[in-house]
């Protein structure tokens, strides 16, 4: 394409069309050189034309979902996916959600509801908190058991011990045990609960992160 338009530009001065015909046709040349190069560069810069597809989240069991039909509140519930990959869903009973995608759990729940129940439904279907973002707690704590790491913010080992329902009345309070990861990796470290609370330094907490265990041991008399 620049070749032929070199060539126009050529010709024009050949006929001798004088100096107005050579100018004009000069900046339709500069005009559309400036046009090829763009496009070309483009191509070469934009990213998105070869970027792959982010991977979306499959659903997992003991995720919770939050399930929404437009219109039907009966049919909004949170729900969480059991150890089968099931859920248990108001009129369709169990569905399989395991393994999906939302937008996949989504589309399913959809044609079920549309089938036999409601006409032209809207389902939303959202992962409210995933199994993979889950802390353990046992030992002394009112309350053992496994909670959440929120999505927006950091979860500490004092706010954990706070949403176990604090501690009972023999706890070592400043012998709480870490447990992060499995076998040749493990790691176990102790925080000192007792001397961030009387002490007011929240530095000395530690934040959680996700698989964790947190054990809290009886005191020694």
């Not at 070199?6 to 046009?35: D, E, K, Q, Y």
């Not at 499995?182 to 609960?193: D, L, M, S, W």
Request: charged residues 20%.
């Amino acid at each position: 394409m620049a070749e032929r338009i070199f060539n126009t530009m050529r010709t024009a001065t050949t006929v001798g069309s004088g100096l107005h015909s050579i100018v004009a046709t000069t900046r339709r040349a500069i005009v559309l050189l400036s046009i090829v190069v763009a496009s070309a560069s483009g191509a070469e810069k934009n990213p998105a034309a070869t970027a792959p597809a982010a991977t979306e989240y499959r659903i997992k069991a003991s995720d919770l979902l939050d399930i929404n039909v437009y219109r039907e509140t009966d049919l909004c519930v949170k729900v969480r996916v059991g150890q089968t990959g099931n859920v248990n869903f108001p009129l369709l009973g169990s569905v399989a959600i395991a393994g999906l995608t939302a937008s996949e759990a989504q589309d399913k729940l959809t044609k079920l509801l549309g089938k036999d129940y409601l006409v032209d439904p809207r389902v939303t279907v959202t992962v409210e908190s995933s199994s993979s973002q889950r802390v353990i707690i046992f030992g002394q704590v009112k309350t053992p058991g496994t909670y959440d790491i929120p999505s927006t913010e950091p979860l500490t080992v004092l706010q954990l011990v706070a949403r176990a329902g604090g501690f009972t009345e023999i706890a070592a309070t400043d012998k709480v045990t870490v447990i992060r990861g499995e076998g040749a990796k493990q790691k176990k470290f102790t925080v000192n609960i007792n001397a961030i609370i009387k002490g007011g330094d929240k530095n000395k907490d530690v934040a959680l992160e996700p698989g964790d265990l947190v054990s809290v041991p009886e005191t020694m008399f």
